[in-house]
């Protein structure tokens, strides 16, 4: 006999793995450290190429435009694959999303 803790929804909860349950966990996990990590790489960036970007300017608004764009591309590709997955998710199911994001994470990984 099986109680309401072991047995939720139909399913025997038995057969899951906790090391595969925590993998799940620890790849979007890393991935959202490795954006911070980015947030913070970008500032560092930033600050020891700002005479790089105020270099060949004619117009003051120039380097603040370009350090604009330099900072906010990730988000926009991050808004975007988001957006894509939010469409391409529903037609290749869960798991298989939740697998692809995990070797997402991975690849962007071992990039950094």
């Not at 790849?27 to 960036?45: E, K, M, N, Q, R």
């Not at 764009?69 to 975007?80: M, Q, R």
Request: proline share 2%; glycine share 10%.
């Amino acid at each position: 006999s099986t109680t309401g803790l072991e047995m939720t929804f139909g399913i025997d909860h038995s057969s899951y793995y906790v090391s595969s349950i925590l993998l799940l966990f620890l790849a979007p996990a890393l991935g959202g450290f490795l954006y911070g990590f980015d947030i913070g790489a970008t500032s560092f960036a930033i600050t020891s190429m700002e005479d790089s970007f105020n270099q060949h300017d004619d117009e003051e608004n120039d380097a603040a435009w370009r350090i604009a764009i330099f900072v906010a591309t990730p988000s926009v590709a991050a808004f975007l694959g988001s957006a894509l997955m939010f469409y391409w998710g529903d037609s290749i199911g869960r798991k298989r999303e939740l697998l692809y994001g995990s070797i997402c994470y991975m690849i962007g990984a071992f990039w950094q």
